[in-house]
């Protein structure tokens, strides 16, 4: 988990800064480490030299009140969390990210000290994947905090991998567990209705420490990226796992045309996320095919590079693709064939 800073008394408006002093104050201890970054923070536009290589760019937007809900989520966490899920579209194309961009709309509901401890957070972010914060922009909302990040990156043209890529009989692989990450939601969300119904209750969430860290404290999978380089295994198509594992799936099939069989016994799962399912009296494969926001990378391989990630441990074969007219299925631990839905992660708590 990440510390929180002592929570000190102070309640610094905004508007005692104003814009510039306050986009000064916010970028001030940020660092550039990227060769590729020629001007960040300061001018009227960045400026970034790529030379030969390929550039990739993806953006998303957080929206207080529809992505995140600050009765939980620490500041500080929001805004790592905020860079490494940008980061993350960036690795699923098998790219090396560097540089980011993050605009904000705030509201005069948070002090300078909040923003601070957003800041902190995608500052963490930004040491730890060593990425350039190089500019965004500043502005306040009438209700609510939002929070847009773009990512940019590069690779060279022949190591981008697409969603469309992938040939009938390649094998399906995940990275890391899936699942746990919408369990950890869900024992957040229990926690806040215990504490809205008794404020002096204590969260006892001990039990529950993987599952909450996978929620509030994401990863995007560089290692993997890397992983892949070293072990020369180029993926036949890739995405990164936000929405849940079906629904990618189904995204990888459609822009490949191909259909795929994917095993229930070999979806990789923690031990924790399965007593939690447990517990709470749902289906954990279910849950690992719905649930998302796991940032775990799922990518196709050519039958041939099976020998070289054979046995890695943060590799997990899943099943295999298949002849487009076949459909996209789950092979259930019984042996049945079950159509994969897109049922987005919402859903699942409506149903
Ligand atoms: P402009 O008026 O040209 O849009 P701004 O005053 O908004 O310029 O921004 C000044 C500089 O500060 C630019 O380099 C911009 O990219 C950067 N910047 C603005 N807001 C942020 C932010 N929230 N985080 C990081 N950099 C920012
Ligand atoms: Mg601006």
């Known amino acids: 988990?990440?510390?929180?800073?002592?929570?000190?008394?102070?309640?610094?408006?905004?508007?005692?800064?104003?814009?510039?002093?306050?986009?000064?104050?916010?970028?001030?201890?940020?660092?550039?480490?990227q060769p590729s970054t020629v001007k960040g923070v300061g001018d009227d536009a960045a400026v970034l030299n790529y030379e030969d290589k390929q550039v990739v760019v993806s953006t998303d937007f957080?929206?207080?009140g529809v992505h995140f809900d600050l009765a939980y989520v620490p500041l500080k966490h929001l805004g790592y969390k905020a860079v490494?899920?940008?980061?993350?579209?960036?690795?699923?194309?098998?790219?090396?990210?560097?540089?980011?961009?993050?605009?904000?709309?705030?509201?005069n509901r948070f002090p300078l000290e909040a923003i601070e401890e957003l800041y902190a957070g995608i500052q963490l972010a930004c040491d730890y994947y060593k990425v350039d914060l190089i500019g965004g922009d500043t502005t306040s909302s009438t209700k609510g905090l939002l929070i847009s990040v773009t990512a940019i990156g590069a690779a060279?043209?022949?190591?981008?991998?697409?969603?469309?890529?992938?040939?009938?009989?390649?094998?399906?692989?995940?990275?890391?567990?899936i699942g746990a990450a919408y369990m950890g939601l869900q024992v957040l969300e229990r926690e806040k209705q215990v504490f809205q119904a008794n404020p002096q209750a204590q969260p006892e969430l001990d039990q529950y420490t993987y599952l909450v860290q996978?929620?509030?404290?994401?990863?995007?999978?560089?290692?993997?990226?890397?992983?892949?380089?070293?072990?020369?295994?180029?993926?036949?198509?890739?995405?990164?796992?936000?929405?849940?594992?079906?629904?990618?799936?189904?995204?990888?099939?459609?822009?490949?045309?191909v259909g795929c069989n994917v095993y229930e016994n070999k979806i990789p799962l923690d031990p924790q996320m399965i007593s939690t399912c447990e517990e709470f009296n749902v289906d954990s494969t279910t849950l690992a095919l719905s649930g998302g926001e796991d940032y775990e990378l799922l990518f196709t391989i050519d039958t041939g590079d099976y020998l070289k990630i054979k046995g890695n441990p943060h590799l997990t074969v899943i099943g295999?693709?298949?002849?487009?007219?076949?459909?996209?299925?789950?092979?259930?631990?019984?042996?049945?064939?079950v159509a994969l839905t897109a049922q987005g992660w919402n859903a699942l708590l409506k149903s």
């Open 214 to 257: 996978r929620q509030l404290k994401p990863e995007a999978r560089k290692d993997i990226v890397s992983l892949l380089k070293e072990l020369k295994v180029q993926p036949t198509s890739m995405i990164d796992i936000s929405d849940g594992l079906s629904s990618e799936l189904i995204h990888l099939c459609t822009q490949s045309k």
């Open 84 to 107: 490494v899920v940008n980061l993350s579209d960036i690795y699923a194309m098998n790219a090396e990210a560097r540089q980011i961009t993050v605009s904000l709309a705030v509201s």
């Open 156 to 177: 060279d043209k022949k190591d981008l991998v697409y969603r469309n890529g992938a040939k009938k009989n390649d094998l399906i692989v995940v990275s890391g567990d």
């Open 1 to 33: 988990m990440l510390e929180d800073k002592n929570k000190n008394q102070a309640k610094t408006p905004l508007s005692s800064l104003g814009e510039f002093g306050l986009i000064n104050h916010l970028t001030q201890y940020f660092t550039l480490v």
């Open 320 to 337: 295999h693709m298949t002849e487009e007219n076949e459909g996209m299925h789950l092979v259930t631990r019984g042996n049945q064939k």
């Open 62 to 64: 957080l929206i207080e």
